[in-house]
């Protein structure tokens, strides 16, 4: 979906960035998870395929962004040079500003849902959930704390809750969404596993190798900088990120049978090696 | 308007550079164009103002990227220091970031139409004017052209109907797409007006102080980098955006004296003086 939806541009040379951006060895765990929360409510695979492809392209940009001199400075990602390694810092940032601009038009487009309500208010959950007041809010907090006072767990919470769940929260929503559904039953989900998914990522930088990863490890301990995981402890921290994938598959109940595959999802969102 | 939708966010920081970027001493001409648009069809002022402040937001996060130090280096704009001067580049990458999220957030807002339709219509429009087939595919290939070979004239309009015309074409459709009218006129007036405007940017590059234009000056002659008023010469080119002006006012016909004040507006774009 997302190959055919990035084939197009005035510039071959900024096309060819955000393809490298966005296609390849991503775990692709967003646009899953939208398809999955879609079929629940038995949404067109064909309206799920185009949200999740939109939810894609937000991700993409903000590993693209956050990756720069800039930002986190990262020479590595899925075990690929970073977008402004393979091209340079220019076509990095108009890449990541492109992808995102894409997500809306994929999303406005008359192809991703009849209703013109529902792509409208498409568009403005992932805006919310993107923006000052969601994921780039909790990137700017992050950077903050980098420079800044302690952090307590209930700080970087605060922070992780922005930078990194509202997008899950909006791929969990998305189906019900697209159903007109309550979408209370599947934010909780999503609030579990986009923790539990975070203290794993805390996890996985304490202890596996960037050949494992496909990119740099233990670049918090180097920085001095507090996470989840190593103010709880690994045996704790560990034992919370069970917690939540208990809450998490608890919460699906209302779905029945419908929902194992998100099920398995929590289940693997705490298991994964990289 | 848009200082009322710029008030809330996680983090203060960035939303004190969203302002600063966002807010104070622009022309907010494309803003006004939205809303010259909206009257000639009787659109009531308060959608036109949102669909403005999301256009002018886009804007905005041009000009905050376009002046990082891996792309134009700029250290003045509108007689101040750029974002990444007065913040630093990591803020004033998150800040255009978040400045393209919330205008896709405001036009999909219930506020800005009461039908979801030109809302979702909005949106697409305005992420096809501002992604990789629009503004930032311009960008890139100006960046492409002043590192490759000498430009001939037919290529320099080419990148600026993407870099800069696309926006000008959203602004003065916008109030056509939300009337559900005709938008072949405003179109025309717009691509006019939109060559019109840059060989005028060109002009005042070539003939004007920083004092006066509140920017850097002379840019393109120091980079060697060819321009429509250069390789056409400045007589001529001025003539040309005479010309272009006629023609605009001439596309306004069909709306009467309705259009007075856009008539006005395309002299005015020839006749500024920053």
Same mark, same amino acid.
């Given at each position: 979906?997302?190959?055919?939806?990035?084939?197009?541009?005035?510039?071959?040379?900024?096309?060819?960035?955000?393809?490298? #951006?966005?296609?390849?060895?991503?775990?692709?765990?967003?646009?899953?998870?939208?398809?999955?929360?879609?079929?629940?409510?038995?949404?067109?695979?064909?309206?799920?395929?185009?949200?999740?492809?939109?939810?894609?392209?937000?991700?993409?940009?903000?590993?693209?962004?956050?990756?720069?001199?800039?930002?986190?400075?990262?020479?590595?990602?899925?075990?690929?040079?970073?977008?402004?390694?393979?091209?340079?810092?220019?076509?990095?940032?108009?890449?990541?500003?492109?992808?995102?601009?894409?997500? *809306?038009?994929?999303?406005?487009?008359?192809?991703?849902?009849?209703?013109? #309500?529902? @792509?409208?208010?498409?568009?403005?959950?992932?805006?919310?959930?993107?923006?000052?007041?969601?994921?780039?809010?909790?990137?700017?907090?992050?950077?903050?704390?980098?420079?800044?006072?302690?952090?307590?767990?209930?700080?970087?919470?605060?922070?992780?809750?922005?930078?990194?769940?509202?997008? *899950?929260?909006?791929?969990?929503?998305?189906?019900?969404?697209?159903?007109?559904?309550?979408?209370?039953?599947?934010?909780?989900?999503?609030?579990?596993?986009?923790?539990?998914?975070?203290?794993?990522?805390?996890?996985?930088?304490?202890?596996?190798?960037?050949?494992?990863?496909?990119?740099?490890?233990?670049?918090?301990?180097?920085?001095?900088?507090?996470?989840?995981?190593?103010?709880?402890?690994?045996?704790?921290?560990?034992?919370?990120?069970?917690?939540?994938?208990?809450?998490?598959?608890?919460?699906?109940?209302?779905?029945?049978?419908?929902?194992?595959?998100? @099920?398995?999802?929590?289940? *693997?969102?705490?298991?994964?090696?990289?």
């Amino acid at each position: 979906m997302l190959e055919q939806l990035l084939s197009e541009s005035a510039s071959p040379r900024l096309l060819g960035a955000m393809r490298y #951006a966005a296609l390849g060895a991503g775990k692709r765990l967003r646009p899953f998870l939208v398809i999955e929360s879609a079929r629940l409510f038995n949404v067109p695979a064909a309206n799920a395929l185009r949200v999740g492809a939109a939810l894609e392209c937000v991700h993409c940009y903000s590993l693209v962004h956050d990756d720069l001199p800039a930002m986190d400075d990262d020479d590595l990602r899925r075990g690929k040079p970073t977008a402004h390694k393979k091209f340079d810092e220019a076509t990095a940032i108009l890449a990541g500003d492109s992808l995102l601009t894409l997500a *809306f038009e994929i999303l406005a487009g008359a192809d991703t849902h009849p209703d013109a #309500a529902v @792509r409208s208010a498409l568009v403005f959950e992932l805006a919310k959930a993107s923006g000052v007041n969601g994921m780039a809010g909790g990137q700017m907090l992050d950077i903050e704390a980098e420079a800044g006072a302690a952090q307590t767990l209930d700080s970087i919470i605060r922070i992780q809750t922005h930078k990194t769940g509202a997008l *899950f929260r909006f791929a969990c929503e998305a189906g019900a969404i697209m159903a007109g559904a309550d979408r209370a039953p599947l934010r909780r989900y999503a609030d579990d596993i986009g923790l539990a998914f975070q203290i794993t990522d805390d996890l996985l930088d304490m202890e596996s190798s960037p050949q494992a990863l496909g990119k740099a490890t233990q670049k918090d301990l180097q920085r001095g900088k507090a996470t989840i995981a190593s103010l709880m402890g690994r045996t704790a921290a560990a034992e919370k990120a069970e917690n939540l994938v208990a809450s998490a598959i608890a919460a699906l109940t209302p779905y029945g049978g419908k929902a194992d595959t998100l @099920r398995e999802a929590a289940r *693997f969102i705490v298991s994964r090696k990289k």
